[in-house]
């Protein structure tokens, strides 16, 4: 199976600040990488597929990058309706598998 | 509009059998793999299982393998989960999204709202 690993787990930042979350194939996805935000009691909702693509109705401010091993999402301009959980998910092989989330928080 | 709706959660005692549904509207399914993927509470997303397009390929996590069963029924654009011998670590929320476009492996783009399902005597 393919191991993912995000990094940070946890995250603190202001309205306004830029940040990075990071993940990590254990082995070359390629650019099978999406990645989801998810609120409290709320379904995932996908933001970012192949790597960098936007999914219909995502702010420019989400940016993907990356391929084979390494990825980043880049969130630009936190505002309030921002701070989420984030996770990245690698589909390239079965079983598809998520990393273990970064909690965005407001710092 | 896209929509998944998914039923059937509840709670059931550990070793007993409860059957998920996942019904679509907006969207054919006869078009997409359908997957489960679940969420223990305070924990991060687990996938379940996937099945394609025309029902002729499934695949499941390890951890329920042999216990679950993904189906479908493209004629009710409907998705099932059948989970026997459940157990208290299968407690969670299951969520049902849709993925590949027939063969060509996509991202999960669209999901339900989710079914809690509590294993617990």
């Known amino acids: 199976d393919i191991q993912m690993t995000q990094s940070p787990s946890s995250l603190s930042a202001s309205v306004g600040d830029r940040v990075t979350i990071t993940c990590r194939a254990s082995?070359?996805?390629?650019?099978?990488l999406a990645w989801f935000q998810q609120k409290p009691g709320k379904a995932p909702k996908s933001l970012i597929y192949?790597?960098?693509s936007f999914q219909s109705g995502v702010p420019s401010k989400f940016s993907g990058s990356g391929s084979g091993t390494d990825f980043t999402l880049t969130i630009s301009s936190l505002q309030p309706e921002d701070f989420a959980t984030y996770y990245c998910?690698?589909?390239?092989?079965?079983?598809?598998?998520f990393g273990q989330g970064t909690k965005l928080e407001i710092k | 509009q896209v929509q998944l709706v998914e039923s059937g959660g509840g709670v059931v005692q550990p070793g007993r059998s409860l059957r998920l549904s996942c019904a679509a509207s907006?969207?054919?399914?006869?078009?997409?793999?359908m997957h489960w993927v679940r969420q223990a509470p305070g924990k991060g997303l687990e996938w379940v299982a996937v099945?394609?397009?025309?029902?002729?390929?499934?695949f499941y996590a390890d951890s329920v393998k042999g216990r679950f069963t993904i189906s479908r029924d493209n004629s009710k654009n409907t998705l099932y989960l059948q989970m026997n011998s459940l157990r208290a670590e299968d407690t969670a929320v299951y969520y049902c999204a849709r993925g590949e476009y027939y063969e060509t492996r996509q991202d999960l783009d669209y999901w339900g709202q989710g079914t809690l399902v509590t294993v617990s005597s």
């Open positions: 192949a790597a960098s």
């Open positions: 099945i394609w397009y025309d029902g002729s390929k499934k």
């Open positions: 082995q070359d996805i390629s650019n099978s």
């Open positions: 907006g969207i054919s399914l006869s078009d997409y793999g």
């Open positions: 998910q690698q589909y390239n092989s079965y079983p598809y598998t």
